[in-house]
């Protein structure tokens, strides 16, 4: 169950009716706090909760991803500090499985969201 204060920032980042903020919303029913179009380059949102940061990269062309954006992910993760989340939105964005095993080696998240 949602705070008051958490549907009202859901609510908020839903009438902006753009992927990214739909995505975000999922962190921010979580428990997280999260920034859309954060400064960082390359990165959607970034969503912190007890002191660790994730920085939310969201895909949602359909087309069929391979180890550049893997690579492109750790990059930021170097770079900025942060756990790297790779979310999938909705059934037309594809990653090789090539791809996710060295995700899977490197530390990085990805989920698929509907």
Known sequence: MTTAKRRFVINKLLSKRNVVSKAATRYVAAGFSVTVNPPLKGVDFIAVRKNVKYAGIVLWKKKKYGE?????????????????VILLYGSGPRIDKEAVLKAREEGIIIRRIR
């Open 68 to 84: 550049e954006v893997i690579s492109k992910a750790k990059e930021i993760a170097m770079k900025y500090n942060v756990k790297p």
